[in-house]
């Protein structure tokens, strides 16, 4: 092999290497084999200097410092985006579009939207020519000798027969992993640590020197398209699976949707499982997925019309971790909690983290003793972002998982191919106390005064194995537990009584069936209408319901395909109870079963301080009968539920002219019984 095939072969295999590590994330050799690779084609260059080209893997770091950055003009302006942190108006912003696109069909793609710094990448048949910020959105800095030193950015494109000019953006970002690092050799080196990834990401991609900034290791994700000549992509989608052939970085975890609500639904799924992320995500991205469609959409003079980000507000606090101790669920996961020195976070004091599963106290190296970064971001509850290892004391030990169940001592068994890990024992009493603490709550079968003490109790006293052992329950053996006078169990038992026509939503909300909770719960009580319709569906029906798919149909179907879930179910339909599919019991549908829900296609907002119902009931109810509880007044809402101090909402709903509803009025108006 000549000298000139040989430095062929090894470019091509490290750009096979290259992709493999930053596009598919499933490398095939150790980055130990890879640097050899790449010094034995440094060698193979330096002895053949007539044979380096600009795109070589060697030549990232291979450019002088810049004297200053020049001015870029933007060839298609990189226009903001408009943003929302409101959900309501993210539902309204989706009937804008509708109504902009009437009788057409509308995919949705919800995208992640990572917290770094905005990037254009261009290049010509192939080859990348430059790199350029945002800057104002017409003129940007010239970066391309910093953006040569993203190892995920392509100095040439895979494939063949690229476009001929091809502008890609993203946004370059740093983990949270490598801020650690970062800040362990600035401490080390007598210098101070770098608070956040976004502000290291800003500095080092502006740096003169192309030499420092491939030492903050910054990384890619691309997800949109400028100025171009010779795209073949008709969607968004399409110019994903593009980008990833050519050996671009895509933005991760996306996902197309056949309507708005089945996008804006993901939404809050996906904000649950940003603590997975080793990167900073400060909101979602909703596009229209079409380019067509894009096109005749259009843009105002600041931002494109078919897209919008739906942001949260974050807040993060530095505080120290006590201890880590583990809570056993309602399906046996075992969830680990950190105990932490209570710090003040978005108002509230926050002496409590979620660390999720073990996998993430392993990749985060979380140990008892750190000094951590504690998060809130949105309504989610706050969760570690890292550890500040420079902050470690030497005594820190790593924490080790228990292998047994603290309640029970069974063996804990981890999920196939998942994270999870579990007590497998049905009987196991941590788990019985939570499945029905969570069958007792507002949002499921709403039994009023089964508390959690009452519950322990029960339990302990072995008079309750299961859910259906609530329904059997009499006024003497409750009389003998701590704390329950005649009253409280007449109205226990009242309560207990009345759950039985709860509607069926509830009632799967409260089943222990993984995946399923209040959203995933309505969906089916709607699709099937009762119980049996829903334990004779398939896999394959289940899987074909908008916003269902594959992994939660197979937990659906085998739950009640289970010996368990048969009995479950088959023990609470013996005990009496008996779901109804509206917020009405079966009585009131049998009087008039064409009788439209009373609050069907209205809005309504609930203020102010509440006697009879909590806020969380109301919202229950009017989604029950119909309606959609939102939060913000507007000129769509048609009612406005006002307890005490009512303040601005009320205000406003005044000035708009809504009907302003006492709690009684309301109740009169849905015809409601008290939940």
């Known amino acids: 092999m000549t000298p000139e095939q040989e430095i062929l072969a090894l470019r091509a295999e490290i750009r096979v290497h290259d992709r493999r590590y930053y596009v598919e994330a499933a490398p095939t050799i150790t980055d130990l084999q890879y640097d050899r690779l790449l010094d034995r084609l440094r060698q193979l260059e330096v002895a053949h200097p007539d044979l380096l080209t600009a795109d070589s893997p060697t030549m990232r770091v291979g450019d002088l410092p810049v004297n200053h950055l020049r001015s870029i003009q933007h060839g298609v302006p990189m226009l903001s985006i408009d943003n929302t942190y409101s959900l309501e108006e993210l539902v309204h912003y989706g009937e804008r579009i509708e109504a902009l696109l009437p ?299 228990p292998t047994h169940c603290p309640e029970c001592q069974t063996c804990l068994e981890k999920d196939e191919g998942g994270v999870a890990i579990r007590c497998p024992n049905l009987e196991c009493p941590a788990q019985l106390r939570e499945r029905l603490r969570y069958f007792a709550s507002r949002t499921a079968m709403d039994i009023e005064g089964l508390g959690d003490k009452l519950i322990d109790q029960l339990v302990s006293n072995g008079l309750v194995h299961d859910f259906a052992d609530l329904y059997h329950l009499a006024e003497q053996p409750l009389l003998t537990l701590e704390r329950m006078g005649k009253k409280s169990a007449e109205n226990l038992l009242a309560s207990i009584e009345a759950s039985k026509s709860r509607p069926l939503a509830r009632l799967l909300n409260g089943l222990p069936i993984r995946h399923v909770g209040t959203r995933v719960a309505t969906i089916l009580a709607e699709q099937f209408g009762t119980m049996d319709k829903l334990q004779a569906a398939s896999v394959e029906t289940l899987s074909e319901i908008d916003e269902v798919g594959p992994i939660i149909a197979q937990s659906v179907h085998g739950f009640f395909a289970s010996e368990h879930g048969q009995q479950t179910v088959c023990r609470l339909i013996e005990a009496g109870v008996q779901p109804t599919t509206s917020g009405r019991t079966a009585a009131q549908i049998g009087k008039d079963t064409e009788d439209p829900l009373p609050l069907a296609g209205k809005k309504v907002v609930v203020t102010g301080k509440l006697q009879k119902y909590t806020r969380e009931q109301i919202h229950q109810l009017v989604e029950e009968l119909g309606g959609r509880a939102t939060q913000n007044v507007s000129k769509s809402t048609d009612y406005l539920v006002a307890g005490e101090q009512a303040g601005s909402k009320r205000a406003k709903a005044e000035q708009l002219g809504i009907a302003i509803l006492t709690e009684e009025q309301f109740e009169a108006l849905a015809g409601a019984q008290e939940p």
């Not at 080092?204 to 491939?214: E, F, K, T």
Request: with cysteine; net charge negative.
């Open 103 to 401: 009788n057409e069909s509308i995919e949705w793609v919800v995208e992640l939207k990572i917290d770094g710094v905005a990037v254009s990448l261009t290049y010509e048949d192939g080859l990348l020519v430059r790199g350029a910020t945002r800057g104002d959105g017409q003129t940007g800095d010239d970066i391309t000798h910093n953006v040569r030193t993203v190892l995920g950015i392509p100095l040439r494109l895979s494939g063949q027969s690229p476009p001929r000019r091809l502008e890609v953006r993203g946004e370059i970002y740093m983990t949270n992993s490598d801020l650690v690092l970062l800040n362990q050799q600035r401490e080390a080196a007598g210098q101070p640590p770098y608070a956040n990834t976004r502000n290291v990401t800003a500095g080092s991609i502006r740096l003169l020197d192309p030499r420092l900034c491939a030492q903050r290791h910054l990384r890619v994700f691309c997800h949109g398209v400028g100025e171009t000549d010779g795209l073949e992509t008709k969607n968004h989608i399409e110019f994903l699976d593009q980008l990833s052939r050519w050996g671009l970085p895509a933005t991760p975890q996306v996902e197309c949707f056949a309507s708005f609500a089945g996008a804006v639904a993901h939404c809050q799924a996906l904000i649950e499982q940003l603590h997975q992320f080793d990167f900073e995500v400060d909101g979602l991205v909703l596009k229209v997925n079409r380019f067509d469609q894009r096109e005749r959409l259009g843009s105002t003079s600041k931002s494109p019309r078919w897209l919008i980000a739906y942001k949260f507000e974050k807040y993060e606090a530095v505080t120290r971790l006590g201890e880590i101790r583990v809570q056993v669920g309602k399906t046996g996961t075992i969830t680990p909690v950190a105990e932490l020195e209570p710090v003040e976070l978005a108002g509230t004091t926050v002496s409590r983290a979620s660390l999720h599963n073990a996998d993430e106290i392993a990749r985060k190296d979380v140990r008892p003793g750190d000094w951590v970064v504690v998060e809130k971001a949105g309504k989610i509850i706050p969760h570690i972002v890292r550890v500040e290892k420079h902050l470690r004391e030497h005594d820190v030990r790593p924490y080790l998982f």
